[in-house]
């Protein structure tokens, strides 16, 4: 499934939802009536008083309104006595999965947020996330795997260093709704970037936040399909709305890329608009400061090196450690 396909089948989902808790409210009327004939007649009464209270009210008849909503008040208290007695007093109330939006997604037009999880979840499920982060995770966070020889060029040990980088990391999490920051890892490939972006995913996540993970190579792709193939796309703009909005976006192995000037500049505006709404990010990178530097532009170097806190990983592969040793 694509990921434009994806909306339009969640959507699809919702629908169901509130036709499966309609059914249910007819069955439990339907349950009711059959126990109780006298809430079935009341129920008659009322939607005749309603009815009549609407032509009422556009007759300005003020004395026959009071008196309408007099007598719907008295037979409203009758239901509900009988329903509490027999069946409980929310027993005839729709059951919906979120109580916000009422299984529509929406609330004024907006995004409801058990829509917006939800559709993240559906990403998550797309590339697998969830499989990887019950494995990567602060829980399987192991130390032993760094060396505590020191590496004379940085003046301490990967081991110290994973130490600093952990409690940097478990801090971000922790602070994450007080604190506007934004971490930028970098450092050779198997230095446990990656691993650490999905330990503070798999927190995020398990504390209610919305969080999308996001390769830069497939967000690239995501990105020129939306400028040149957007005809061809159920929901263009999902995608990219879903990047704009979520509480964190994590942004991996940003260099892979096919860099151009069209990406580039979405990766840009993508940046720098999460900046002014103060929305985090985590970006991973293979690419030194440096390098960053020779692949994109000033102002969006500027924008890691102003707003980023840069966080160097270095040491040997532990991904072929963690393969001949065993100790994950």
Do not use: W
């Amino acid at each position: 499934m694509s990921y434009q396909s994806m909306f339009g089948q969640v959507m699809r989902e919702y629908e169901t939802a509130r036709d499966n808790a309609s059914r249910i409210l007819e069955e439990r009327v339907a349950e009711v009536y059959a126990k109780l004939p006298q809430v079935k007649e009341l129920d008659l009464v009322l939607n005749r008083l309603g009815a009549s209270l609407a032509r009422l009210a556009l007759s300005g008849d003020v004395a026959g309104i009071e008196a309408a909503k007099k007598e719907i008040s008295g037979l409203q208290a009758q239901r509900r006595i009988l329903l509490e007695a027999n069946f409980g007093a929310n027993f005839l109330e729709t059951v919906y999965g979120c109580s916000i939006c009422k299984d529509t997604g929406f609330t004024e037009n907006n995004r409801c947020v058990c829509l917006k999880q939800r559709l993240i979840n559906e990403y998550y499920n797309m590339s697998n996330m969830k499989e990887v982060l019950r494995e990567e995770n602060f829980d399987t966070f192991d130390l032993r795997l760094f060396s505590t020889d020191i590496v004379q060029s940085e003046g301490l040990s990967p081991h110290a260093n994973m130490q600093t980088i952990y409690r940097l990391a478990t801090k971000f999490v922790t602070h994450f709704d007080t604190e506007f920051s934004n971490l930028l890892l970098y450092g050779e490939p198997g230095t446990g970037k990656t691993f650490v972006s999905h330990a503070i995913a798999k927190d995020l996540l398990d504390a209610g936040r919305t969080v999308l993970y996001q390769t830069a190579p497939r967000l690239s792709k995501l990105l020129e399909d939306y400028r040149f193939n957007r005809a061809e796309l159920n929901d263009p703009g999902e995608m990219l709305n879903a990047v704009d909005s979520v509480d964190l976006l994590i942004l991996d192995d940003l260099g892979a890329e096919i860099s151009t000037v069209i990406t580039s500049a979405a990766i840009f505006d993508i940046i720098n608009q999460r900046l002014l709404s103060r929305k985090h990010t985590v970006i991973s990178t293979n690419l030194s400061p440096g390098g960053l530097e020779a692949q994109y532009s000033e102002r969006l170097v500027s924008r890691f090196f102003g707003n980023y806190q840069m966080i160097k990983f270095f040491g040997e592969d532990i991904r072929v450690k963690k393969k001949y040793h065993n100790l994950a």
